[in-house]
């Protein structure tokens, strides 16, 4: 018998426990099967010439509709770089500006953390997950009902983001409607997100005159203005426009100061399909890329190569009701076909996926979040937002759902990873090892168990026990095991992740809730 042979026979001897504790056994970052920036672009749903023709009707768009109810400020930074206000008002764009602002447009972006481990790389096909969203309820799976959410809701979900490795960012998902004083709900917003995690955050600020506020809040927290503008790690996630074919003038104005005090925008354009964008799929991505492209020119004449993310968010209606169908297919290929504009442009792209209509995490739920994500990250959307947690098309928020959601984004970034083939992932001496010389099976190959957690995924809470099994442990069922996991979760947070000393500055310089 060979030395491997004989190495896999003592490793065998543990057993099943054995294989377990292996599987088990903590793994270096660099090893786990499954990373942050994992590499899409598999997929791809629109044809060469669809993504041409769609680039063009865009470029037509920008020319011959153009956009109207731009701020001046705006007016007068878009104009001089060769914009033309027309006398109905609208700002229409040559093909010569949209490809001169292309050009200077930022790429390889990063989107910081507070731990720089949590940094975002966007570049190429790399995928990010996380959440996203203005939910006006949680869902209290426990009594099947929805309530209104809160800052402390907010906080607890940032709290669980931060624990969740395949959530790598936490953008605001949900309004905290306990606070009445929008100035003061801006600012809660942001404190419960960065005290609850140092991952990236992104957040949204109501009123240009909030920004200011926001601003001094989040030097506070890094410790001066120049080490914030050394890593900014918080985001924008800014609505400049209002579908169809309008500039959301107070959004643009706060976007303005955002890039002047260095926080990266997330140019986020969200018509929906047969309502506020037109009900062909291609059409609508369409006019979500012109939007886009006026946003890119926009940021770009007031900041050269300023870090911005193309946010085509397009939704679908269901038009027999017009209601929202964000777990739909037709959603899925929305963002996919996005996706593949933003790689067609180079720059980094965010879009929404992992919505559910579904108003609890039920098989529903399941098949909506995850039929999104998985076409999402396939397809290399570099930011792929609202990806946990979401329900109700986007009126509720559920923290199991997001405990939950971890595994399906483990799962989806499998499928995105890939098969690697390698002369050692085919070579043929373990089976003829294990044919000709062993005992005719691979579970206790040193090839097997060398490969247990670097070449598979294993869910924290999903189940995988047979029925026998299933029964001898009191039958568990999946929200249970989601509610305890979330629990174990918050039971050994660290609250809040900031200094006492700083945390002590804030609650004298500000109203806070949480």
């Known amino acids: 018998m060979t030395e491997a042979l004989q190495d896999t026979s003592r490793r065998r001897s543990g057993g099943r426990a054995g294989r377990i504790a292996v599987r088990t056994a903590p793994l270096a970052e660099n090893l786990r099967p499954v990373r942050p920036g994992m590499s899409g672009g598999q997929y791809n749903p629109l044809s060469e010439a669809a993504v041409r023709r769609i680039h063009e009707a865009a470029l037509d768009a920008l020319e011959q509709i153009g956009l109207s109810q731009a701020p001046q400020s705006g007016i007068e930074a878009m104009t001089a770089a060769g914009a033309i206000l027309g006398d109905d008002g609208r700002?229409?764009?040559?093909?010569?500006?949209?490809?001169?602002?292309?050009?200077?447009?930022?790429?390889?972006?990063?989107?910081?953390?507070?731990?720089?481990?949590h940094d975002l790389h966007l570049s190429g096909t790399k995928v990010h997950?996380?959440?996203?969203?203005?939910?006006?309820?949680?869902?209290?799976?426990?009594?099947?009902?929805?309530r209104e959410s809160t800052a402390r809701d907010l906080y607890i979900a940032a709290q669980l983001a931060n624990a969740l490795d395949n959530v790598h960012f936490f953008q605001r998902p949900m309004v905290c409607r306990d606070i009445v004083d929008n100035f003061e709900m801006d600012i809660n917003t942001l404190y419960a997100c960065c005290a609850g995690t140092t991952k990236h955050v992104g957040t949204s600020i109501s009123d240009p005159a909030h920004v200011r506020g926001c601003f001094d809040l989040l030097h506070m927290i890094a410790g001066g203005e120049e080490k914030w503008?050394?890593?900014?790690?918080?985001?924008?996630?800014?609505?400049?426009?209002?579908?169809?074919?309008?500039f959301a003038t107070e959004s643009c104005i706060s976007m303005e100061a955002c890039i002047r005090g260095g926080m990266p925008i997330l140019l986020l354009s969200a018509g929906?399909?047969?309502?506020?964008?037109?009900?062909?799929?291609?059409?609508?991505?369409?006019?979500a890329v012109a939007e886009c492209l006026a946003g890119v020119v926009y940021v770009n004449a007031l900041s050269p190569g300023f870090p911005a993310i193309f946010g085509t968010w397009p939704f679908v209606s269901d038009l027999r009701t017009g209601a929202m169908s964000g777990g739909s297919g037709e959603q899925a290929l929305l963002t996919a076909g996005c996706a593949q504009m933003h790689r067609f442009y180079g720059l980094p792209g965010?879009?929404?996926?992992?919505?559910?209509?579904?108003?609890?995490?039920?098989?529903?739920?399941?098949?909506e979040q995850a039929i999104s994500n998985v076409m999402a990250g396939l397809s290399g959307l570099n930011m792929v937002y609202e990806a946990v947690g979401m329900h109700a098309s986007l009126l509720g928020f559920c923290l199991e759902s997001l405990v939950l959601g971890d595994d399906m984004l483990g799962q989806v970034l499998r499928c995105v990873r890939g098969i690697e083939v390698t002369e050692d992932t085919v070579s043929i001496e373990t089976m003829?090892?294990?044919?000709?010389?062993?005992?005719?099976h691979y579970l206790g190959h040193a090839q097997t168990l060398g490969l247990m957690q670097s070449e598979y995924i294993y869910p924290a809470v999903a189940d995988r026990m047979s029925p026998k099994e299933w029964a001898e442990v009191g039958r568990p069922d999946l929200i249970g095991r989601a509610i305890e996991r979330k629990n174990r979760i918050l039971s050994q947070?660290?609250?809040?992740?900031?200094?006492?000393?700083?945390?002590?500055?804030?609650?004298?310089?500000?109203a806070i809730h949480v």
Not at 229 to 246: D, G, H, I, L, Y
Request: glycine fraction near 8%; proline fraction near 8%; aromatic fraction near 6%.
């Open 229 to 246: 503008r050394t890593r900014p790690f918080v985001s924008a996630s800014n609505c400049f426009v209002v579908p169809p074919m309008k």
């Open 432 to 440: 003829r090892q294990v044919c000709l010389e062993g005992p005719g």
């Open 272 to 287: 929906q399909a047969g309502a506020t964008a037109p009900a062909p799929l291609a059409a609508a991505i369409v006019q």
């Open 129 to 146: 997950f996380g959440t996203a969203g203005a939910a006006v309820h949680v869902v209290d799976v426990e009594n099947r009902e929805y």
């Open 350 to 367: 965010g879009a929404a996926a992992g919505m559910a209509d579904s108003k609890l995490p039920d098989m529903q739920a399941g098949w």
């Open 91 to 117: 700002l229409r764009f040559p093909r010569a500006l949209v490809e001169d602002m292309l050009a200077v447009a930022a790429r390889d972006i990063t989107l910081h953390g507070r731990n720089a481990k």
């Open 493 to 510: 947070s660290k609250a809040p992740l900031i200094d006492p000393q700083t945390d002590a500055a804030i609650r004298a310089a500000f």
